[in-house]
T-cell receptor, first 112, second 114 residues
Framework: GESVGLHLPTLSVQEGDNSIINCAYSNSASDYFIWYKQESGKGPQFIIDIRSNMDKRQGQRVTVLLNKTVKHLSLQIAATQPGDSAVYFCAENKSNDYKLSFGAGTTVTVRA | DTEVTQTPKHLVMGMTNKKSLKCEQHMGHRAMYWYKQKAKKPPELMFVYSYEKLSINESVPSRFSPECPNSSLLNLHLHALQPEDSALYLC?????????????FGPGTRLTVL
């Protein structure tokens, strides 16, 4: 079964605002977390990852935060653009397993 | 280059047909994966190939038959499918079968079973 889930199935954001997408996981043994973006008609695209020994990692316009105490993962997108409209999945796996476990996904819609 | 290619993009088949899905990557990745994704759901793992050998079969029905002819190619042979098998079939690859290695996905094949 899934050990990763998302708090909200949909998120509507005004263009230019920052977006925060949340994900809760239940497996405290998870070692590696990934965010994927899936646009309509396409496969999931890797955005950013984070190891369990880190709290924060930044990429281009994106930041992933990991709170192991409450088993919470979030993806922050700065200055959200129309091209950011997609379904966002968090995923995780453990160091002794390379099977990704995906959360349910959050659909982000950017309003012009 | 992090490209995984899949053909065909779309496939419509009857329940008595035999067809194959193809996946290719030239990144030197030694782990390849098949996922099934239903509408508005996350991908579900079907098979994992590790160094061209089947290492994981997630209790997939035998009407789905994977094949890894070489380190760059992955096929999924389909036979006697059911309408509920209609879905987006995604291929992915990673450098190694390791939790530390990112899985890169192809665009998928949209399969419709009539």
């Amino acid at each position: 079964g899934e050990s990763v889930g998302l708090h909200l199935p949909t998120l509507s954001v005004q263009e230019g605002d920052n977006s925060i997408i949340n994900c809760a996981y239940s497996n405290s043994a998870s070692d590696y977390f990934i965010w994927y973006k899936q646009e309509s008609g396409k496969g999931p695209q890797f955005i950013i990852d984070i190891r369990s020994n880190m709290d924060k990692r930044q990429g281009q316009r994106v930041t992933v935060l990991l709170n192991k105490t409450v088993k919470h993962l979030s993806l922050q997108i700065a200055a959200t653009q129309p091209g950011d409209s997609a379904v966002y999945f968090c995923a995780e796996n453990k160091s002794n397993d390379y099977k990704l476990s995906f959360g349910a996904g959050t659909t982000v819609t950017v309003r012009a | 280059d992090t490209e995984v290619t899949q053909t065909p993009k779309h496939l419509v088949m009857g329940m008595t047909n035999k067809k194959s899905l193809k996946c290719e990557q030239h990144m030197g990745h030694r782990a390849m994966y098949w996922y099934k994704q239903k509408a508005k759901k996350p991908p579900e793992l079907m098979f994992v190939y590790s160094y061209e050998k089947l290492s994981i079969n997630e209790s997939v029905p035998s009407r789905f038959s994977p094949e890894c002819p070489n380190s760059s190619l992955l096929n999924l042979h389909l036979h006697a499918l059911q309408p509920e098998d209609s879905a987006l079939y995604l291929c992915a690859s990673s450098l190694r079968p390791s939790f530390e290695d990112t899985q890169y996905f192809g665009p998928g094949t949209r399969l419709t079973v009539l």
